[in-house]
Each structure stands twice: as structure tokens, then as C-alpha cells.
């Protein structure tokens, strides 16, 4: 069987149209989120939600003791607000600086997102260069019902 290049691997996969999210996490008195589009929703009974996060990311270590994160869904006009949580590296103060609230289980919100869930981790799978995290969703809202979401496809933002 041949190898399989990286890059064009990549390639193919960007051309899945996927929703763009910040998954947040807080672990002790640190607060942070990361753009992510590696998100699904897994199960409806129970309701489990799976995200994916790259052993490479700032944020890896946190994902692997966190007993709770959040995934914020983010609506068409957020671009900056993805872009800021894309940026490799520790940011200025909390959450880069973006307006948030702490949930009832103790996981940071985004304010003016389309959508949020609120959920504990369920598991942790190994899965090549990423870990696998399956979370069960406790509280979540839509917020913003009539936008539209923000899209990434081939490597770029779109908008419905």
C-alpha cells in the first residue's frame, strides 16, 4: 500500500465543508479556547459531542486533564474572533482578551456566540497526532438562532 502524502491528504480533507468552533477549557486560574473545526456531534442518547486537538497545540496539555470543556459555535460575522483563537501560543490575559463567562460547570463561554455547550469529558482516545476527546454535553444554548455560520472550506472562511 503506498504512503499516503501529508499535504495532500490536507488537501482532501479541505474540501469537507466544516463549521469553525473555540473549544475552551479552564484548568486551575487558567482560562483559554482554541479555534477548532474538528468537531461532531457523536450520540444522541446520551448526547456526546467529540472534538479532536493536535498534540502539537498550546492547548494539548490541558485537554489531557481537564475534567470539563466548552465549545463555543461561531456564527459568520466572528471571523476575528476565530482568527484570534487560531494564533499559535499563549495570548495576553484570559481567553486573548474576549469577552466571556464562566458556565455552571465551571467552563468558559464565549459572549455573543451562535451556539455553546457546556460538557465533561467522557474519554480520551489516541488518535495519530491528535487526541480524541469525548464529551458529554451538560447545559447549551443557541443564542443567536437566525445567524448564519462561519464555514471552513479549502483552506478558507465562507459564509451560507
Known sequence: MAEID????????????????????QVGSTV????ANAFCSLSLHPPLVLVCIQH???????????????VNI?????KPLSDLFAQHGEHAGPMAGAPYRIGS??????????????CRV????????????VGRVEEMAIERPEAGPLLFYSGKYHAV
Open 122 to 133: 467522557e474519554e480520551r482516545y489516541a488518535g495519530g497526532d491528535h487526541i480524541i476527546v
Open 105 to 118: 460547570i465551571g467552563v468558559p463561554i464565549l459572549e455573543g456566540v451562535m451556539g455553546w455547550a457546556e
Open 56 to 70: 502539537g497545540a498550546s492547548m494539548h496539555p490541558m485537554f489531557e486533564v481537564t475534567e470539563t470543556f466548552g
Open 74 to 78: 461561531l456564527a459568520a460575522d466572528q
Open 6 to 25: 501529508s499535504r495532500e491528504f490536507r488537501s482532501w480533507s479541505g474540501h469537507f465543508a466544516t463549521g469553525v468552533t473555540v473549544l475552551t477549557v
Open 32 to 35: 483559554r479556547g482554541m479555534t
